[in-house]
């Protein structure tokens, strides 16, 4: 009969390949418990959607993970006050605390924390509410905020304790004062100086939309702080929250390990987000630069030949990097994930061979192709490969590329691109075209090409 932790195995499967799933429970297994994750639930979650919030903070239980949850309760304060008449009123983004307004808070915080408790115990879970001692405040600047507090220590006990013992804590972002003053603190400023104090391998925002989204009200599924910070602050739709957000979440992993990561996702995709390569919400990292090459003698071949072949396992022509007139070359820093682009000459081009600013007829200038695209399994789950993909698509506004018909990634290729064709063999792709002419020739060039991979010897 199978235990508690091989059925939520084998249900994790649904979501994912087994693979996967095998991967990212001895990542967090290999992780001390203690340090897992940190999960901060905005108080709209808990509102809205505590059955699913509680059913995934029990599969991770079930499955021998214990998070440290924190959570706010700004929804429910709002209507408490409401309730009582009292106005309230915000400056900088923080709510302005009387002692009127503290006392109320006081108790919806103890509330909306035993909900959640209260839910969890309800399907089994132990948990155990923490609504003080933990966060050491001073008041800041009591003129302008009121009772609104500065974390000035984390004290870890309670929490530690609660794990200890198989519990999973519950905190509650209230403070004290070393003279035993209660002080209102902004929901994620504590979870990031707890994140802080606790540095888990990973942080987690539990958010009814489910992400950061994009100008088109899309989940953004993975954000390389490294590469795509400046271009995303510079857009004019990130703005507002998100703004906000993007900078708070980069000032936190500014001050963590670089293996830190922060996930925003929703309740009902908290397991496929931590236990899938695709993720299913936004994963921000430092992450890393993604290098840009025009030509083969600058790059290490032998590390570009390694990471070809073991993405997508099969010998790599001996000659590809002789014969393959290259265009451009994507590269991140640690060789873990590569775009390369190459120019493939159409047969309605008689240039071929003069350079490839030189050729055109009347279908214009060859287009670049995409010759090989290839993310290892650890970058795919790190977001690595969506960076290298949105950085080249920045750059190059028209491409096509093959793919195999049996390819697994095609899925998401069909996502990226803005058309394709299929044979029995091959899919090929294109973005950035719009003539018909144009797309014929790209179409007919792609399954023209030879294989640059070699086929395996069988074993006899």
């Not at 996967?20 to 992780?31: H, K, N, P, T």
Request: glycine residues 8%.
């Amino acid at each position: 009969m199978l235990s508690t932790r091989g059925i939520i195995q084998r249900l994790l499967t649904n979501l994912g390949s087994a693979r996967e799933v095998d991967q990212y429970l001895r990542q967090y297994g290999s992780v001390d418990a203690a340090r897992f994750a940190l999960i901060k639930v905005g108080g709209a979650v808990v509102k809205d959607d505590l059955a699913n919030l509680a059913s995934a903070l029990s599969f991770l239980n079930q499955v021998g993970l214990t998070p440290i949850v924190i959570h706010g309760a700004g929804e429910q304060l709002d209507e408490a006050l409401k309730q009582e008449g009292i106005e309230s009123t915000r400056k900088d983004g923080m709510r302005i605390t009387t002692p009127q307004i503290l006392e109320i808070a006081r108790r919806v915080f103890q509330k909306v924390n035993l909900q959640l408790v209260e839910e969890l115990e309800s399907l089994g879970t132990r948990a155990r509410p923490i609504t003080s001692g933990v966060f050491e405040a001073e008041v800041m600047a009591e003129g302008t905020y009121g009772l609104v507090g500065e974390v000035t220590e984390i004290h870890l006990e309670q929490v530690d304790s609660a794990i200890r013992s198989g519990h999973i804590p519950i905190l509650a972002c209230l403070g004290e004062t070393e003279s035993g003053q209660i002080l209102n603190i902004n929901a994620d400023v504590a979870a990031s100086e707890l994140a802080v104090a606790v540095q888990p391998h990973k942080i987690v925002f539990l958010t009814p939309t489910g992400g950061l989204l994009d100008d088109k009200n899309r989940v953004i599924p993975a954000i390389n702080l490294t590469e795509d910070y400046d271009n995303l602050m510079a857009q004019k739709w990130v703005s507002g929250g998100m703004r906000v957000k993007l900078m708070e979440i980069k000032e936190l992993l500014d001050r963590l390990p670089d293996t830190t990561s922060v996930s925003i996702t929703s309740p009902d995709h908290l397991a496929k987000e931590l236990f899938t390569h695709q993720g299913s919400g936004t994963l921000v990292r430092m992450g890393e630069q993604v290098r840009l090459f025009t030509s083969f003698d600058d790059v290490d071949t032998a590390r570009l030949k390694t990471l070809l072949e073991t993405c997508f396992g099969r010998p790599l022509a001996p000659d590809y990097f002789e014969t393959k007139e290259l265009d451009r070359l994507y590269l991140t820093d640690s060789h873990r994930a590569t775009a390369i682009i190459t120019c493939e000459h159409s047969p309605l081009h008689p240039g071929a061979g003069e350079g490839p600013r030189a050729r055109g007829n009347v279908l214009g200038p060859d287009i670049p192709y995409l010759d090989k695209f290839a993310v290892t399994l650890e970058a795919q789950g790190q977001g690595l490969g969506a960076s290298l993909w949105g950085r080249m698509r920045r750059e190059v506004p028209r491409l096509y590329w093959r793919s195999r018909s049996g390819n697994p990634i095609n899925p998401w290729y069909f996502l990226q691109a803005g058309g394709c064709f299929r044979s029995d063999k091959w899919v090929v792709f294109w973005y950035g075209l719009d003539s018909y002419d144009e797309i014929r020739d790209c179409v007919e060039r792609a399954l023209a090409l030879p294989a640059t991979f070699m086929e395996q010897a069988v074993a006899t």
